[in-house]
């Protein structure tokens, strides 16, 4: 069965994972980037690639109505794009603030509602959205994305409220520390320090992330709704 997925910042990192995790199972997968080049593996795996920002409700449409003409309606939906401005509380500007959850939170919103219009019709569909163990435990210097990151938790239990009878499931997965881009921008001390508290002693990989979400837009996944998973090597327990 081959269906239409979507992956929010798949171009590199998690977003890259799970599109890669998708389309060698065989669903139609289109990833939206904000930035740069679609990763050449992706388009020679036959994934459409639309820059969208998710910050731009225009621009949420415009992808929404490119991956529809090309693959039908959004079925899966991976809500993953996600930024950081990390700074402590009396140094963080509204606008570090606001842009954050303008992109992880309101982001999310933008592409989850469009999304809908096509779940809704069909009366089936699968929402995974990305989160992060710091939503859960809290983090010094990243009130922003801490905040931003548990909004999804309530944003997902709704949803699966508001939508169960419609048979559209939200979940969330909540990530610990995944060897990626945004979190090379820590130094090795740091990083000694992050490892030194997760139980299994290690980052994760993106496949590790991958996995779990291609798990909950599975059909063995069918009767999960409103669930947070951790992947996160026991870091947030
Ligand atoms: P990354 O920085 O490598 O990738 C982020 C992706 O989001 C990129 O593809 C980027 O283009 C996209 N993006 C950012 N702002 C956007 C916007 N306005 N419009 C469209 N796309 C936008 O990060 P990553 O580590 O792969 O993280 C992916 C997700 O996982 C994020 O939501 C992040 O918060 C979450 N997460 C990451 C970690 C980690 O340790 N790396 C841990 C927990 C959660």
Redesign the pocket.
Known sequence: MSRSVLV?????????AIARAFAQAGDKVAI?????EPPQELTALGVLAVR????DSEQVEQAYKEIEDAHGAVEVLVA?????KDTLLMRMSEEDFASVV???LT?TFRVVKRANRGMLRAKKGRVVL?????GLLGSAGQAN?AAS?AALVGFARSLARELGSRNITFNVV??????????KVLTDEQRAGIVGQVPLGR??Q?EE?AAAVSFLASDDAAYITGAVIPVDGGLGM
Do not use: Q
Request: aromatic residues 8%.
């Open positions: 929010t910042g798949g171009n590199r990192g998690i977003g890259l939206t980037y904000r930035s740069g969208c920002d998710i910050t993953n794009a996600g930024i950081t303008d992109t992880n982001g990305i989160s992060s163990v710091v994305y990151k909540a990530p610990g520390f995944v060897d990626t881009d945004m979190t980052y994760a993106p992330i």
